[in-house]
């Protein structure tokens, strides 16, 4: 369908008006069900505390890591902290 077809049966004769309409509801449908999406795996080293995140990463949407104290080795998500850590880094970080 095209979008003179678009204009046509929804009553709207502004170009720039109906393109907008079309750019909102694709940006409305992206955040309802995510595309694009990539999973990536990375290994924990010990001692390291930042990770490079890939520069194409636009949203981070569960991180998963195994648990020491997990017997069948399956992934737990690791919950986002909203709030400040109660206890101080060493670094100061």
Known sequence: MTIKELMERSGIS???RALAYIKDALAE???ISE???KRERMDINANQRFYEIP???VKILDIRAKHHKNENSAYQS??????????E???GI
Request: glycine fraction near 4%; charged fraction near 30%.
């Open 14 to 16: 502004e170009t720039g």
């Open 29 to 31: 449908m992206n955040t």
């Open 35 to 37: 595309t694009h999406v």
């Open 55 to 57: 520069n194409e990463a």
């Open 78 to 87: 690791i919950p986002r902290s909203i709030y400040e850590p109660e206890t």
């Open 89 to 91: 880094d060493k670094d």
